[in-house]
């Protein structure tokens, strides 16, 4: 079995579960070896709209690659707010190509929202909410607001799994 070297272009324990999970699901369990980094974005910490999202993970995916050109695929996770909800942009790039998705998307309640535009960003804004510290490196949002049946990471996954697409199937090649 191949053991691939994955870069997480992100320290956030639930962005990293769902890496992980994504990239075992699709090659096979205990197929890679995760390295966290700790890169800049390129945006402000809470992204607003789909551009200015999706700019943020492929911004981190470049510094990552700049940071760990050896690794065999760089992912990053950008989470941002449009239209009143929360998604993120997945991307992942190998040497030869990139693949991205967009997240389900959360709609957010005014309370919260009215904080973020006022310039929170929507983690300390959730985490002051329910009293849940450092909310976004657990269930975030997503898993207060579906009673639980969501989580972060559990969007996430699916969103790498779908960014995973191009580079397993050969219809892209």
Known sequence: ???????????????????LQAFDDIYGEGCCHIEPVAV???????PFGNHETRTGARCRIMNARQVRPEADFWVAVEAGIDDDSTFSWVVIENHK???????????????????VRAGEALGPVMSAYTGIDKIGNKEGAIGVFTA???????????????????????MYH
């Open 148 to 170: 639980g049946k969501l989580t972060r990471s559990s969007v996430y996954h699916q969103a790498v799994i779908l960014a995973l697409s191009p580079f397993h199937n050969s």
């Open 97 to 115: 190509q990139r693949g991205e998705a967009r997240s389900a998307t959360l709609p957010l309640p005014a309370i919260i929202l009215e904080k």
């Open 40 to 46: 800049d974005s390129g945006v402000p910490e809470q």
């Open 1 to 19: 079995m191949i053991m691939y070297h994955v870069v997480c272009a992100t320290t956030n324990p639930a962005k990293i579960q769902a890496i």
